[in-house]
């Protein structure tokens, strides 16, 4: 029994955190469970932590680069492939300019030490601005309001869930997700805390969520009516002369203007457009001024979607006019070891806008354009038009709007490389694949979710095992590609960096390096260290020239009168009389982790929930196939027929669709369902951030 050792880390599937203890013998894990003593996650776990080992088990993971050929695809060495690649890039671009290649980043590189340190130098060095990622899928409208609002793009306030006295949660359904921009694992022990104090917690979403369910209320909402109900809300506020802002008076500017602005979006003016009854608003915003400290949370589902810019501007307000910005209880701003805006000069310029993409026009935004036209800037001929592309950790032909029509566009490619551990959807067009070290093999550090987190603490992970003689990890091979496209030699000293090097300097530089924290520290505290709850800091960590709050920046004044239109507009489209909306499940995270048995087995998962009553005027059964169409295309998928879902509006899970043929992942195949992404339409954007608008998705139901 002496050979069984335990190791701890923590996962980084997910943005929550968990720490793990991991017993294993030799290469073989024997078990994974949640470490007690972890500060911060205090044992919990969920389900896909286990699936940690099927990762690192599985046989069809790449580990050695891949090429395409006509016959299909052979093995090749690392020398071979970055030479390969190394002159393609470097013909397309001297042919074409430097930005006739183009980057996709996908999510794992946000959960990625190496990737996260390594990548800006190495897109850098690509000198392309063509760059896109999963964030424009994603949290976009969250971090443009930060940077408008409070003059850096990271700044993001998290709600203060251990110590809030009413959460108001938007289009998030943090028990299934786990949280997201606001790491808090255990959300559901969480929850329950705030109601075991006397506080309360309310959903609004157009499906019962599992969230919902736990909470005190929930109300369900007409999708993409987020905007009307938080301007509402806000109107509420200033109409009962609540309007408090406590420490942060001095700091706060505009708020008259918007006192001004908030008069058109009275609960009585809204009610019928956001399927909410006015008494309801006016309750809920009496809620949110009454309780002793409250937070508004807004999510992927206030995100994703058409208003997804207001909506995070307007959540900012809401907690600001509530005197809830920086305090305890409501919502607040992370001071992470690892601190990611710590050298942003205050009044830095944006880059908002700084350029537009060609094609559609989209704002550029934190170094990258929106991945919604990334097909356009592929398809349409012209100066500027990419011809290359290499996609690192993402997977865009399940993940992006209209992912069959971006897997046509990849065709079209000259070139294209992907960084990946699997042969998947999106990695099967690339000319070679180079595949990363991945999950238990690398070592860990939170650097993004430490920022978002609803605690100061801090946390290293060592490997748990060796990589193989051949595997690269992500950022080695980053690295590499870099030093041969700038003409580095590969002895450079600059390739001797490492991600430890990197960390360490940056504990030491960040805001406790004075107390002593060092990568040895970390190291020396395998469980983690709790540094403690968030504090207010604002006035200290706020990147605005003048060091104000502004609460009314212009790009969303010059917004409104496209949410006003709403008012005006019918409410269903008659080819298209059902809204579709994602949901996300328990054992699976996007479309990557469906290549383990233990996490798709069972029935499945991949479903069509629809209301009793659309069901009963369509005719449709539980269990049926539904054909589903939108603008874009088509899917076959089964019914499932719930109360749990507002009347008029359709659900159904995000990265599926693992049914496509020259993939490798066979156990994904065994339960591929169909891809919400096939139905999504990448014209449909939230102007104002470029943000693609998931949700909402007008779609028609009919029985196959
Ligand atoms: N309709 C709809 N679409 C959505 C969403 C939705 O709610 N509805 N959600 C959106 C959101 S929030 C996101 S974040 C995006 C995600 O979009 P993507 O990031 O494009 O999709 P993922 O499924 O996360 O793809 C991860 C890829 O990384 C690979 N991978 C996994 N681990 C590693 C690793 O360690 N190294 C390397 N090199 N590769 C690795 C996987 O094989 C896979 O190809 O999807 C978005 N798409
Ligand atoms: N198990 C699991 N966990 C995950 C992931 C996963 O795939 N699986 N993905 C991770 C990622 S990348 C992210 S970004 C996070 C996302 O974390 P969350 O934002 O919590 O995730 P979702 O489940 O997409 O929640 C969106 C909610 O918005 C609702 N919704 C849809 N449209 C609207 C609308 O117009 N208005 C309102 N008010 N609500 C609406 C949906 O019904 C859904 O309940 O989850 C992360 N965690
Ligand atoms: S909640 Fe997220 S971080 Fe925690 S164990 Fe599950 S996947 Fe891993
Ligand atoms: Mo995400």
């Known amino acids: 029994m002496t ?108 959960h990625s030490l190496g990737n996260g340190l390594f990548l800006k130098p190495f897109m850098k060095s690509l000198g392309t601005i063509n760059r896109f990622s999963s964030a424009s899928t994603d949290q976009m409208p969250h971090h443009v309001a930060a940077n408008f609002m409070l003059g850096a793009g990271m700044l993001i306030p998290v709600p203060d869930i251990d110590r809030t006295d009413f959460m108001l949660i938007i289009g998030g359904n943090p028990v299934v997700s786990n949280g997201s921009m606001m790491t808090a694992p255990n959300v559901i022990g969480r929850m329950k805390a705030i109601q075991k104090r006397g506080g309360k917690v309310v959903v609004v979403d157009p499906r019962r969520t599992r969230t919902a369910k736990i909470a005190d209320q929930h109300l369900f909402i007409r999708p993409e009516k987020d905007a009307l109900l938080l301007f509402s809300m806000i109107h509420c506020v200033f109409a009962a002369k609540k309007i408090n802002l406590r420490h942060l008076s001095s700091m706060v500017e505009g ?109 550029f935004f934190n170094g990258e354009f929106p991945v919604a036209t990334l097909a356009d800037e592929i398809l349409t001929q012209g100066e500027g038009q990419i011809k290359s592309l290499i996609t690192i950790a993402g997977n865009p032909v399940l993940s ?131 540094i403690g709850p968030l504090m207010p800091c604002l006035e200290a960590r706020i990147k605005t020239e003048n060091g104000k709050i502004h609460i009314l920046p ?19 489209d008659n080819q298209y009389p059902f809204d579709l909306i994602g949901r996300r499940l328990v054992k699976s995270h996007n479309t990557w982790t469906q290549n383990s048995d233990r996490l798709v087995k069972g029935k499945n998962p991949c479903t069509l929930e629809v209301n009793p009553e659309d069901a009963k005027a369509l005719g449709i059964s539980k269990g049926q196939i539904l054909k589903v169409s939108s603008i874009n295309g088509a899917v076959e998928i089964e019914a499932v027929i719930t109360d749990d879902i507002q009347k008029g509006v359709v659900s159904m899970p995000q990265g599926w669709g693992h049914n496509q043929k020259g993939t490798k992942m066979s156990v994904a195949a065994t339960q591929p369902g169909v891809s919400i992404n096939d139905l999504t339409d990448a014209n449909r954007v939230d102007t ?8 909402g998705t007008p779609v028609a139901i009919a029985v196959a």
């Open 3 to 110: 050979d069984i050792k335990t190791h701890y880390r923590n996962c980084n599937i997910c943005e929550a955190m968990c720490g793990l203890e991991i017993q294993y013998k030799d290469k073989e894990i024997l078990s994974i469970k949640g470490d007690q003593k972890d500060p911060f996650s205090k044992g919990y776990n969920c389900p896909k932590a286990t699936a940690l080992q099927d990762f690192y088990n599985d046989k069809e993971r790449l580990k050695t680069p891949i090429r395409r050929t006509a016959t299909g695809w052979e093995d090749i060495s690392w020398d071979e492939a970055f030479e390969e690649i190394t002159e393609k890039f470097s013909a397309i671009q001297q042919a074409h300019g430097k930005n006739a290649l183009a980057i996709y980043l996908g999510n794992p590189n946000a």
């Open 255 to 363: 708020v008259e203007k918007l006192e001004h602005l908030a008069k058109d979006y009275a609960p009585e003016t809204v009610a019928e457009f956001v399927g909410i009854e006015a008494n309801a608003i006016h309750a809920l915003a009496n809620d949110m001024m009454t309780a002793d400290s409250a937070v508004c949370y807004s999510r992927m589902g206030a995100s994703t979607q058409t208003f997804g810019g207001l909506c995070q501007w307007l959540t900012n307000v809401l907690n600001i006019v509530t005197g809830n910005f920086d305090r305890a209880g409501g919502a607040m701003f992370p001071q992470p070891a690892f601190d990611m805006i710590r050298n942003h000069k205050k009044g830095h310029k944006s880059s908002f806008g700084q350029y537009h993409s060609r094609v559609r026009k989209l704002p």
């Open 400 to 530: 992006a709007p209209s992912g069959d029509k971006l897997a046509d566009a990849f065709d079209s490619l000259d070139y294209m490389v992907s960084v990946d551990i699997y042969l998947n959807e999106t990695t099967k067009h690339a000319n070679i694949i180079l595949p990363g070290t991945t999950g238990v093999e690398n070592s860990h550090f939170d650097i993004f979710f430490n920022s978002f987190s609803v605690r100061n603490t801090v946390k290293y992970s060592p490997p748990l095992f060796e990589k193989e003689e051949n595997q690269r990890a992500d950022w080695q091979i980053l690295a590499e590609l870099s030093a041969r496209m700038a003409g580095v030699p590969l002895d450079h000293k600059s390739l001797k960096i490492t991600p430890e090097m990197i960390l360490d300097m940056e504990l030491k530089n960040g805001p406790y390096g004075e107390q002593g924290m060092s990568l040895q520290k970390l190291i020396d505290n395998p469980h983690g260290i709790d």
């Open 554 to 572: 212009q790009l969303y004044v010059d917004d409104l009168p496209r949410l006003n239109a709403v008012m005006t507009k019918p409410a269903r």
């Open 688 to 695: 104002l951030t470029g943000n693609a608008a998931l949700n």
